[in-house]
């Protein structure tokens, strides 16, 4: 029977794949409401930190900033560079490497990530981003 469905924000999951820096905590995924589509959650980045390099396989993915500031890097090397605040939507094409960093020394960047399809991420070693630069 399809049917709305409500997830508390005190019932988010914490149990859904991590990338070093920052904390996903899922909403609306297969676990939860059965999606076979989407994935939404709720992701912190602490201040002062950078996370680690990574990307999301097939899946496109769309972060909207809450709070805080926030630079992404993307690119085979990291080499590009962009900023977003509260109220900025981000698009993140499939299989696209990106790091996301919080210079803030006291205040967290929270957003509302969705993604098509499951959570799926794939962290990226420093080893792997110099061996895509000495491949070039």
């Not at 820096?21 to 002062?48: F, H, Q, Y």
């Not at 799926?120 to 061996?131: M, R």
Request: charge should be negative.
């Amino acid at each position: 029977m399809s049917e709305v469905r409500i997830v508390r924000f005190g019932d988010l999951d914490q149990r859904t794949a991590q990338t070093p820096g920052m904390r996903r905590r899922a909403a609306i995924d297969r676990a939860s409401v059965g999606s076979e589509k989407l994935w939404v959650g709720v992701v912190t980045v602490d201040p002062a930190t950078r996370t680690g390099a990574h990307h999301h396989g097939d899946c496109d993915s769309v972060v909207c900033v809450t709070e805080g500031s926030i630079s992404i890097r993307w690119g085979a090397r990291l080499e590009n560079r962009t900023e977003a605040g509260p109220g900025d939507f981000i698009y993140i094409p499939a299989r696209l490497v990106h790091q996301e960093i919080n210079e803030s020394d006291s205040m967290p960047v929270s957003s509302i990530v969705v993604r098509s399809g499951d959570n799926v991420v794939e962290n990226v070693t420093s080893k792997q981003l110099a061996d895509s630069e000495r491949s070039r």
